[in-house]
């Protein structure tokens, strides 16, 4: 078996033929990576926080915004991606069970993340708000945010994500759940999101997003009902998408051994 070949074999376990995961070779320059890319995150956190906004200071503070949130999911992902990589060195070969079984929940966690949470969240922050921002900018983020968040902090928040979750998915194989139980999950996610962001607006009087004050209570509907027929499509690309990676290099890897196996 190639590297590739035992990426795409998630039910092996560490010290029973294959590493789970990644091959000797390539473990440390994947986890390297996945480090890079939580380290980065958490200065993006930390540079964000550091800001003083006035809607920072209001109810619900940093948390009723669908981008700060999703910062959070993708640190946590990663931060649980570079643990499963130190646990996965830890424990190869060591023919501890309990070790294994921690290791494989471990893992499933990973992938769940990445499935149901990362991948749709992430993607949905990127387009939905360079979208808008193209439209006009003043509907999602007005000028005069430009004098609390530099620009390299702005991509970090709603660019680099997209290319970060995209290598994710290239460097390792993730098992998806079962499709109905993850667009429930997706479902579920965004549904609470809009009770939210409802609700701060129930308590304050003013909307999260400067657009939804300029829509009637019609078109809102018809947006939060979009917004979630989004999320439940980007959660179905990123299975297309895992599995296209992964099945075009299952089949490059056969074609490379065919010659070996004459």
């Not at 669908?66 to 996965?88: E, K, R």
């Not at 979630?228 to 490379?256: A, C």
């Amino acid at each position: 078996m190639t590297k590739v070949t035992t990426e795409m074999t998630p039910r092996r376990l560490p010290g029973r033929g294959r590493p789970w995961g990644a091959s000797a070779n390539r473990t440390p320059p994947v986890l390297v990576l996945r480090v890079a890319i939580l380290l980065s995150y958490c200065s993006i956190l930390c540079n964000y926080k550091a800001i003083e906004m006035p809607s920072h200071q209001t109810y619900g503070g940093s948390w009723k915004f669908l981008t700060f949130i999703d910062l959070v999911i993708q640190a946590v992902f990663f931060g649980i991606c570079v643990l499963t990589d130190l646990s996965s060195l830890l424990t190869r070969g060591s023919g501890n069970q309990e070790q294994e079984r921690q290791l494989k929940k471990l893992i499933s966690l990973r992938d769940w993340m990445l499935a149901v949470l990362a991948f749709p969240v992430g993607v949905f922050v990127v387009a939905v708000f360079w979208i808008i921002y193209a439209y006009d900018r003043e509907m999602i983020y007005p000028k005069l945010l430009d004098n609390f968040i530099p620009g390299w902090l702005n991509h970090g928040m709603h660019t680099t994500v997209l290319p970060f979750i995209l290598i994710e998915m290239r460097t390792s194989h993730h098992q998806y759940p079962s499709r109905s139980s993850g667009l429930t999950a997706i479902c579920t996610f965004s549904v609470g999101y809009i009770l939210w962001v409802c609700w701060v607006h129930h308590v304050t009087g003013m909307w999260v997003y400067p657009f939804l004050e300029h829509i009637g209570p019609g078109a809102r509907i018809i947006f939060f009902g979009s917004t979630t027929i989004l999320m439940n499509f980007l959660y179905l690309l990123g299975e297309v998408l895992n599995n296209y990676i992964w099945d075009t290099h299952r089949s490059m890897e056969e074609e490379k051994e065919k010659p070996k196996l004459e």
